[in-house]
């Protein structure tokens, strides 16, 4: 081997991304390591949601986000560039009854989506909701889905996750009305036990009608229903 090299990788505004290190470290802020000269290193860029990436600083290959390069010096210092873009974003709690629009879809998720008891979430047909990785919709109080068979809601995995959670209806409040609602890359939610399917309820009354669920393991888990 031909010695070892000290890489520093810095994100240009922390909290606009991270940065993976051979696909096992990841870097929110900054981090140094030390790897042997002779070994190739690999680099992923993933923004967060409201941030794109735009290149690097310290390597050649300065607009693709999966690098691969062979540290050569005693020391190298790698920033991931980030820039803020315009998206329509989901809050993390629904603190007030709320409507996404089709005029403004596509919509992001940033982490799970909550509809507290008393609240209502309804989504217009033709818009597509994207989740960050297993993120979960979370219905304590009511959630309506209006699509139709010409514009579906779809709730898919944002462009930089494979999968996302799931949508749990927990003990909520109200009865819910999905309709025209097409769902991929769905999980499970955060109670394997309650919320094990892509579409879970657990002492919930909602009604499913022309649901399309695909690439998932278990589609709907329905216990103590009311």
Not at 138 to 161: A, C, F, M, Q, R
Request: overall charge negative; charged content about 20%; proline content about 4%.
């Amino acid at each position: 081997l031909e010695g070892t090299s000290v890489v520093n990788v810095y994100i240009n505004e922390p909290g606009a991304g991270r940065v993976w290190v051979n696909e096992i470290v990841s870097v929110d802020s900054s981090a140094a390591g030390i790897y042997f000269k002779g070994i190739r290193i690999n680099l992923r860029a993933v923004p967060e949601v409201g941030f794109e990436f735009t290149g690097w600083e310290g390597i050649s290959e300065d607009s693709v986000d999966l690098v691969d390069f062979l540290p050569g010096s005693d020391t190298l210092t790698v920033t991931a560039l980030f820039d803020t873009i315009a998206v329509s974003k989901v809050p993390g709690e629904i603190a007030q009854d709320t409507v996404l629009l089709k005029a403004n879809s596509p919509y992001y998720a940033t982490g799970d989506i909550i509809i507290p008891s008393g609240k209502t979430l309804t989504i217009e047909g033709g818009v597509d909701l994207y989740m960050p990785e297993k993120a979960n919709i979370i219905v304590y109080g009511k959630l309506t889905i209006e699509g139709t068979s010409d514009e579906p809601v779809k709730i898919l995995p944002n462009e930089h996750s494979n999968k996302w959670g799931g949508l749990c209806f927990v003990e909520a409040t109200d009865s819910s009305l999905i309709s025209d609602l097409y769902i991929s890359g769905a999980t499970n939610g955060v109670d394997f036990a309650r919320d094990r399917a892509a579409i879970s309820g657990y002492r919930s009354s909602f009604s499913l009608n022309n649901v399309t669920i695909e690439n998932c393991n278990l589609p709907v888990l329905v216990q103590f229903g009311k």
